[in-house]
T-cell receptor, first 117, second 115 residues
Framework: AQSVAQPEDQVNVAEGNPLTVKCTYS??????LFWYVQYPNRGLQFLLK??????LVKGSYGFEAEFNKSQTSFHLKKPSALVSDSALYFC???????????????FGSGTQLTVLP | NAGVMQNPRHLVRRRGQEARLRCSPM?????VYWYRQLPEEGLKFMVY????????ESGMPKERFSAEFPKEGPSILRIQQVVRGDSAAYFC?????????????FGEGSRLTVL
């Protein structure tokens, strides 16, 4: 079984400050990890993914995420937050194909990020 | 290149009616996934289909829900005899190939309201 936990329902940061949105995962095998963002009444937009290689992954809109195998975490970060970053953020995991049979992405419950001007 | 297209964007049904939600994947994509998002919750996997085949329906309710992805035309998620608990946003996503390292491309969603 695979699962994702986003421990914070809500994160508030001031514009210009760094932001972190937390994600931990559980899989029985090598994880493929993803971050998506959802704006109100819209679909999910892909931000970045970790498959293999460098633990620090850079994605869209200046976001990055760090894969930490020992802590089973994949926290999303941005050095300087913008008001326009305010949205709902989802972490997702899929087990690697060679490691298991789960075909679908399993999503966390989401974290609402609010960047205050 | 058009993205994943879902229609209708909003659908209102009375209890007991049928709801049909359509999804056209991105051009060239032959793998479709349906997810449901309940208010204040994350996305829950429902079903994964390839053309003319259901690959994984482990997230589908056992009754009233069905999905298809015919050789021609969009994928359809069908909910029979809707109940108020079916009110949710239903998202379709597509990929070029099967389970892989690629991300899912999502549509804008179909928001079902059951009165």
């Amino acid at each position: 079984a695979q699962s994702v936990a986003q421990p914070e329902d809500q994160v508030n940061v001031a514009e210009g400050n760094p932001l972190t949105v937390k994600c931990t995962y559980s899989v029985s095998g090598n994880p493929y990890l993803f971050w998506y963002v959802q704006y109100p009444n819209r679909g999910l937009q892909f931000l970045l993914k970790y498959i293999t290689g460098d633990n620090l992954v850079k994605g869209s809109y200046g976001f990055e995420a760090e894969f930490n195998k020992s802590q089973t975490s994949f926290h999303l970060k941005k050095p300087s937050a913008l008001v326009s970053d305010s949205a709902l953020y989802f972490c997702a995991v899929r087990v690697g194909i060679s490691s298991g049979s789960a075909r679908q992405l399993t999503f966390g419950s989401g974290t609402q990020l609010t960047v205050l001007p | 290149n058009a993205g994943v297209m879902q229609n209708p964007r909003h659908l209102v049904r009375r209890r007991g009616q049928e709801a049909r939600l359509r999804c056209s994947p991105m051009k060239g994509h032959s793998h479709v996934y349906w997810y449901r998002q309940l208010p204040e919750e994350g996305l829950k996997f429902m079903v994964y289909l390839q053309k003319e085949n259901i690959i994984d329906e482990s997230g589908m309710p056992k009754e009233r829900f069905s999905a298809e992805f015919p050789k021609e035309g969009p994928s359809i998620l069908r909910i029979q005899q809707v109940v108020r608990g079916d009110s949710a946003a239903y998202f379709c996503a597509s990929t070029l190939g099967g389970p892989s390292t690629g991300e899912l491309f999502f549509g804008e969603g179909s928001r079902l309201t059951v009165l």
